[in-house]
């Protein structure tokens, strides 16, 4: 992702969900095959905001294996938040 990747889980068929505090967002990772035969990588944005408010630093995160939900935290703008000034959160995406 060229990015600060933190979070990595895995969906049941492999494929990956990583949070990157850089690009503020989720990204999705498939493995796909080409009309050649070899196998790529796919990797799109998932997650860029969550009830239109955009994501500010999303950095860890887990699949649910029997819901298939995507649990997910944004601790907010790195220097913003602390114990004193919280300002993360805790997401829940349903499949």
């Avoid at 967002?25 to 796919?42: H, K, P, V, Y």
């Avoid at 997910?72 to 349903?94: C, H, K, M, R």
Wanted: overall charge negative; charged content about 15%.
């Amino acid at each position: 992702s060229s990015g600060q990747p933190y979070g990595l889980a895995f969906d049941a068929h492999g494929v990956a969900f990583v949070c990157d505090a850089a690009h503020q967002a989720i990204f999705r990772i498939t493995r796909t095959q080409g009309d050649d035969g070899m196998s790529r990588q796919e990797i799109e944005p998932y997650v860029r905001e969550y009830e239109s408010a955009a994501l500010l630093g999303p950095n860890s995160l887990c699949k649910s294996a029997t819901t298939g939900m995507l649990y997910f935290s944004d601790s907010g703008p790195f220097g913003e938040t602390s114990i004193s000034n919280p300002q993360g959160s805790v997401f829940a995406l349903a499949n």
